[in-house]
Nanobody, 124 residues
Framework: QVRLVESGGGLVQAGESLRLSCAASARTSSRRAMGWFRQAPGKEREFVGG????????SYADSVKGRFTISRDNARNTMYLQMNSLKVEDTAVYYC?????????????????WGQGTQVTVSS
């Protein structure tokens, strides 16, 4: 099991950018893919994007393609989510998650460990 801690959330205006970080307590190079999910009030938690353990493969939800970018630095045990051109509908609590497998997946049940989440609020 790995402990995950998100940071970098906040309040921004539409069109602005934010970068979220996810720090892991253990070596992320231990062949674990990671991902970002988000949950808006009254809605299901949804997949935002994922990255393989090498960083060579990524996957994104259609709603964020071209605006969000996931990266990871295994030497620092950290994953990032760069969010550009933010929209009001991006407002949600963003969660970091880790798989036990090295390849990317999009389902909530594919991820074994979760962070506590960080709030992102985008105002119009």
């Amino acid at each position: 099991q790995v402990r995950l801690v998100e940071s970098g959330g906040g309040l921004v205006q539409a069109g602005e950018s934010l970068r979220l970080s996810c720090a892991a307590s253990a070596r992320t190079s231990s062949r674990r893919a990671m991902g970002w999910f988000r949950q808006a009030p009254g809605k299901e938690r949804e997949f935002v994007g994922g990255i393989s353990w090498t960083g060579g493969s990524t996957s994104y939800a259609d709603s964020v393609k071209g605006r969000f970018t996931i990266s990871r630095d295994n030497a620092r045990n950290t994953m990032y989510l760069q969010m550009n051109s933010l929209k009001v509908e991006d407002t949600a609590v963003y969660y970091c998650a880790a798989r036990t497998e090295p390849w990317v997946a999009q389902g909530r049940s594919d991820y074994a460990d979760w962070g506590q989440g960080t709030q992102v609020t985008v105002s119009s």
